[in-house]
């Protein structure tokens, strides 16, 4: 991804708009890809600053900054769908070089160890968090 210029937080939320047939707001595109909202917010600006959003429904906030509000759905523009295509091609291309050799019920276990170990990461992280409170 870095030698097109993108993070991968860029690609989570172009793959996660391009199977949302209608976009998404910022909020769920925070809890589809367990990405902060500062994170999607910055994430967002870049895409749109590229050309590869735009945003629906969008208001102006109560301070009249012309903000948009977190509840506005971006979703792809044309360049945007073509180029997440491409990209989300190159991912699955990584991941089927990267899994050559596997059968469907390794990447199966493969996939639910790695979310168990995450799982417990996070637990441990969390309980540091309480104890150095």
Not at 8 to 17: A, D, F, I, Y
Not at 79 to 86: H, L, M, N, P, Q
Not at 94 to 99: D, L, P, Q, T, Y
């Amino acid at each position: 991804m870095k030698s097109i210029g993108l993070k991968t937080s860029h690609v989570m939320c172009l793959n996660s708009l391009s199977k949302a047939g209608e976009g998404l707001t910022a909020a769920q595109l925070c809890t589809l890809t367990g990405e902060n909202k500062a994170g999607i917010s910055r994430s967002l600006a870049e895409l749109e600053k590229r050309g590869y959003i735009t945003y629906c429904d969008t208001t102006v906030d109560s301070s009249n900054t012309g903000k948009r509000k977190y509840r506005a759905r971006a979703v792809l523009t044309p360049d945007g769908r073509s180029y997440a295509e491409k990209v989300v091609g190159m991912a699955d291309h990584a991941v089927k070089i990267g899994s050559r050799g596997l059968t469907d019920e390794d990447r199966e276990v493969l996939y639910r160890v790695l979310a168990s170990v995450s799982e417990n990461l996070e637990k441990y992280c969390s309980a540091l968090e309480e104890v150095s409170k």
